[in-house]
């Protein structure tokens, strides 16, 4: 009998990992996110709207966030608005297109939330360069395994960025 635990141990993990990620697609904040930011499916539309990219940011664990494109101005104003997120997220392709996978709400006074969904708190020093801040990520466009509010994604990759840091 002891020779099954572990499979069936793993077996029931892999099981609730699935389950979470699918609970987690099904979010009403997510479609929220979704329907509100549709239109930064074309970057041109972030940059527009006066955001900037920023390197694609890859994890230390795997997977990765992708190219922020950041509105300062948004950062600044002290307001989480689900419209108009402080960064949209895209993953770079090799024939250079972006595609959107994410948006990102940050606030520097907390604690903060969006529809109930507290941010996560990000210390200081951190690899932003930032003072203390929260975040949200929010994975509207592209399923994230470890969570739609995880911070990276193993479905998302640097790779495409033909040798930018990463």
Request: with cysteine; charged share 20%.
């Amino acid at each position: 009998m002891k020779t099954y635990r572990l499979p069936v141990g793993l077996a029931l993990l892999s099981v609730l990992a699935a389950a979470s990620a699918l609970a987690d697609s099904a979010n009403p904040l997510v479609d929220k996110v979704r329907a509100a930011n549709d239109r930064f499916k074309d970057v041109a539309v972030a940059v527009a709207e006066g955001y900037s990219p920023i390197p694609c940011a890859s994890g230390l664990q795997g997977g990765a966030m992708g190219v922020h494109y950041v509105n300062g101005a948004l950062l600044k104003d002290g307001i989480v608005d689900i419209a108009k997120p402080e960064a949209v997220m895209y993953e770079p392709k090799a024939d250079g297109k972006m595609d959107l996978v994410a948006v990102e709400y940050i606030a520097f006074k907390g604690p903060a939330a969006l529809d109930d969904h507290l941010f996560n708190f990000v210390t200081e020093p951190n690899r932003y360069g930032l003072d203390k801040f929260y975040e949200l990520h929010v994975w509207a466009w592209r399923p994230n395994p470890t969570g739609a509010f995880a911070d990276n994604n193993p479905n998302v990759s640097c790779d495409a960025m033909h040798g930018a840091a990463h």
